[in-house]
């Protein structure tokens, strides 16, 4: 799930202004000034999305260099209607029944700004969803699903895959391949497991 920013007027307006998909709710922001906080690959894929829709782009980011592939952050540059903020966090979102501005704050000198926008996408990276197996299987610090190259989890017969796990690169097209392995190795498992199974 996407990660929040846990700032005031995030929820009050998430829907309402406040986003965490670009490729959902870009359209409705066509031309309008917006803000992006994040400054890894999905937020410069945002960005990119949000300026071809002729958007003015302001991105927010708590670091003092982007941590993008240079090939985003090159095509970001080349439009004239982005500004960036380094080294600041967002401190609130506010607005009147729809999101009409973000207070933004240097963290080098404490000052403080409003920026006037009609959206918020935030793109600050996601969190696994494995709660449900917290104490059941072996996690590491960023809380994925540990798996070996077969998607094995520590406990024999419960296989993982995708976004969840441990495996580097989260797109789509590395979690359908890893849902595949995931898929041989459950009906391995079965086929070579004492007792009558039907696979």
Do not use: W
């Amino acid at each position: 799930r996407s990660k929040p920013l846990d700032v005031p007027g995030e929820k009050k307006f998430a829907g309402r202004g406040v986003t965490y998909c670009t490729t959902r709710d870009a359209p409705y922001f066509r031309e309008k000034t917006v803000s992006v906080i994040g400054g890894g690959n999905s937020a410069l894929a945002a960005v990119n999305e949000l300026l071809v829709l002729g958007c003015t782009v302001n991105l927010v980011h708590h670091e003092p260099s982007l941590t993008a592939d240079s090939i985003l952050i090159e095509k970001a540059m080349g439009y004239g209607n982005l500004s960036i903020y380094h080294n600041h966090d967002v401190l609130e979102i506010a607005g009147k029944g729809t999101v009409t501005g973000i207070t933004i704050r240097d963290v080098a000198n404490d000052k403080r700004a409003v920026l006037r926008v009609a959206g918020v996408f935030i793109e600050t990276g996601s969190i696994p969803n494995s709660s449900c197996v917290r104490g059941i299987l072996n996690l590491n610090d960023n809380n994925e699903i540990i798996v070996n190259s077969r998607c094995e989890t520590n406990v024999p017969g419960i296989f993982a895959a995708g976004d969840v796990t441990n495996v580097p690169d989260k797109q789509i097209i590395v979690a359908v391949g890893e849902g595949a392995k995931a898929a041989l190795g459950v009906c391995d498992y079965l086929l070579h497991k004492k007792g009558d199974f039907r696979v």
